[in-house]
Structures are given as C-alpha cells and as structure tokens.
T-cell receptor, first 110, second 112 residues
Framework: QKEVEQNSGPLSVPEGAIASLNCTYSDRGSQSFFWYRQYSGKSPELIMSIYSNGDKEDGRFTAQLNKASQYVSLLIRDSQPSDSATYLCAVRDNTDKLIFGTGTRLQVFP | DGGITQSPKYLFRKEGQNVTLSCEQNLNHDAMYWYRQDPGQGLRLIYYSQIVNDFQKGDIAEGYSVSREKKESFPLTVTSAQKNPTAFYLC???????????FGPGTRLTVL
C-alpha cells in the first residue's frame, strides 16, 4: 500500500514567521511531488511541484525534496493570515496516479 | 478563459437515485480524474482517463460510472449502488508535459 503521511496539525505560527510543513512517502520509486493549498470549502490549488533533490523556490514558498529519506517539505516565509489553509502533499506513483496525504492545517495568527 | 468547470456546485439526491456530475475542461489536457473527499480524509481516486474512449478504475470505483466520449468532458455518475455518496467530488485534468494536475471547483453532493 503506497502511503503519503502528513501531520494533521493544526500548525499555528505567528504572522511573519516561517511555516514548515512536512510529508513522508513510502514508494521509493516516486519521481514527482506536489504541494496543494486548500481553503475551507474550496478545491485544491497547486502551489509547488518538485522533481529533483534539493530546494525549489517560488516567491515565499520553498519546496525541499530528499529522495533518500523519502521526505518532502514546504516552507512558507513571511507567513500571512491569508496562508491559513490545509496543505496537501501529493506523490505521483509509477502508474501515473497521485497519492495524497490527508493534509496539514496551517493557522497563521496576527 | 481556460479552465476546468464542474456543475452543479451543490447537488441533493434522494436515496435510490442516480445522479450525474459534469466536468469540462478547455485546456486540451489528455488525462482527467475524479476524486472524492470526505471530512478529515485525503483525496481518493474514483476513476481516471488518460485518453478519449478509455478509462480505468481508481481505488473506490464501486457504485460509480464514467464515460469519456470527448476530450473535453468526463462526466461521473453516482449510482444507487454507492452506499455512502455524500461527499465533495473533485474533477482534475493533467498537463500533457509536466504531469501536474489541476482541479475544478468541485461538486458537493448530499444524499437526503
């Protein structure tokens, strides 16, 4: 059974701080990794994709991938209250399907 | 204006009825997907289609059916055989080059 694990949270951080969201996966052969943001009652929105080891930065977001440790993370710098949402980690398996974690709820307080 | 549309936004169904959820995309994506999301759970794959006139069962296909007669359209029918259909249903399509999936706004189905 291929699995993607996330801490459900909530992760509470003050405005302006760095939020660190973590995800582990079981399929060592996975090659593509994605972070989605989902506001309450809305559909998931793709915010980051990462395919190779290391860091990938896009604005205030940085995705980090370590395939040896089967670990992917998302850092949000200068967190804003508008970042409060559930963040879903997804991993593409070798049959071209995405396996989703259950998400981490982030709360950014003023 | 390119994107993925789903209709209706809210749907109420009586027990024993079949209902069809619409999903349309004008992004020229080959692959399309249907997911179900329940409170506190991750997204679970119902059906997916990588090309017109072909589709495969996902992890929870029982009680659902799909068709893919056109590239743009991937409707999902929730049949009376689905014992617990109340959920948030999400349609997605995947970019042809980068394997990124994008979601429509979703349909919230409630069985009365």
């Amino acid at each position: 059974q291929k699995e993607v694990e996330q801490n459900s949270g909530p992760l509470s951080v003050p405005e302006g701080a760095i939020a660190s969201l973590n995800c582990t996966y079981s399929d060592r052969g996975s090659q593509s990794f994605f972070w989605y943001r989902q506001y309450s009652g809305k559909s998931p929105e793709l915010i980051m994709s990462i395919y190779s080891n290391g860091d990938k930065e896009d604005g205030r977001f940085t995705a980090q991938l370590n395939k040896a440790s089967q670990y992917v993370s998302l850092l949000i710098r200068d967190s804003q209250p508008s970042d409060s949402a559930t963040y879903l980690c997804a991993v593409r398996d070798n049959t071209d399907k995405l396996i989703f974690g259950t998400g981490t709820r982030l709360q950014v307080f003023p | 204006d390119g994107g993925i549309t789903q209709s209706p936004k809210y749907l109420f169904r009586k027990e024993g009825q079949n209902v069809t959820l619409s999903c349309e995309q004008n992004l020229n994506h080959d692959a399309m997907y249907w997911y179900r999301q329940d409170p506190g759970q991750g997204l679970r794959l119902i059906y997916y289609s990588q090309i017109v006139n072909d589709f495969q069962k996902g992890d929870i296909a029982e009680g659902y059916s799909v068709s893919r007669e056109k590239k743009e359209s991937f409707p999902l029918t929730v049949t009376s055989a689905q014992k617990n259909p109340t959920a948030f249903y999400l349609c997605a399509s995947r970019t042809n080059a980068y394997n990124e999936q994008f979601f429509g706004p979703g349909t919230r189905l409630t069985v009365l």
